[in-house]
């Protein structure tokens, strides 16, 4: 573990100006823009396995044009909130995130989807063999010429029985970031070391080339650490990228090197690693 605080919170300001919340959009006729106008967010119901467990989708249809994103969302993006609290016998949630798209625009990187984003997610009942309640609040950034957040509240009954539309969900599956292993990943290494404002991360990532431009993604698994990407090379084998974590609360934080999660993404592929070691 490594310790690290930040005393100032001005980059959260550039955060936030970076971004344009614009509610409600306006057509280039002058004439608003409804939400349904943008997108469509409803829920695929999926079907239970043998293990009990259910497999459900979200489904957001997108208008031409327009892109929502990915759980980390980039330098501007929005990054989506999911909250499934008020559901009815519901034990626990696994969310499995297609290999998404970078975007470079106005020398800002982003990070999502454009069309359709179906996002599988994996649901464990309290009680088997039971029916699962799910209510939902989804709270999602969307952007074409402006960006906005879109809020909208799904709910849906799902049968211990269900067999509906599995075509969409299991190619969702399919599009996911290979693990580790199937990469080849020879080993992850990370360098923590304290800055002024928290810790620099330095990740040397053995593993072969993933496509042309790579990109990598740092997440930890604490939410109120501000993760900025300051540069990511290839020199043979070892990718390497340099981040700086900063926490919003500007209290001391723990960082465990098994909590970091690195994705690598490269023409339309990505790479998901959980965990590096010290050496």
């Known amino acids: ?27 280039q006729s002058g004439a608003p823009i409804s939400a349904e106008d943008i997108a469509q967010i409803d829920i695929l119901p999926g079907w239970r396995d043998a293990s009990g467990k259910h497999m459900a989708a979200l489904r957001v249809r997108l208008a031409d044009g327009w892109k ?31 290999v998404p798209e970078v975007f470079d625009t106005a020398g800002m990187q982003t990070i999502g989807y454009t069309h359709d984003l179906i996002l ?16 939902g609040k989804v709270n999602l950034g969307v952007c074409k010429d402006v960006c906005m957040p879109m809020d909208a509240r799904v709910s849906v009954t799902l049968p211990a029985q269900a067999g509906g539309e599995t075509r969409q969900i299991k190619r969702a599956l399919r599009d996911r970031p290979d693990t580790a292993s199937e990469a080849g990943l020879r080993k992850a290494i990370c360098q923590i070391e304290p800055t002024k404002d928290g810790l620099r991360l330095t990740a040397q ?8 431009g790579e990109v990598v993604v740092v997440e930890t698994s604490d939410p109120s650490l501000w993760v900025n990407t300051l540069s990511t090379a290839r020199s043979g084998k070892v990718l390497t990228t340099v981040a700086e974590l900063v926490p919003t609360s500007g209290k001391p934080f723990l960082l465990n090197r098994s909590d970091v999660r690195l994705t690598v993404l490269a023409a339309g592929r990505g790479v998901d690693i959980r965990g590096c070691t010290g050496g």
């Open 68 to 98: 929502t994103y990915w759980r980390s969302p980039g330098d501007a993006g929005i990054p989506p909130r999911l909250d499934w609290r008020g559901s009815g016998n519901l034990q626990g949630v696994t969310f499995h995130w297609p």
């Open 1 to 27: 573990m490594y310790c690290g605080m930040k005393i100032k919170h001005a980059f959260l300001a550039a955060c936030l100006g970076a971004v344009s919340l614009v509610s409600p959009a306006i057509s």
């Open 120 to 135: 599988p997610i994996s649901l464990t009942p309290q009680q088997a063999g039971k029916p699962i309640t799910l209510k």
């Open 205 to 212: 990532i053995d593993m072969p080339r993933v496509g042309r």
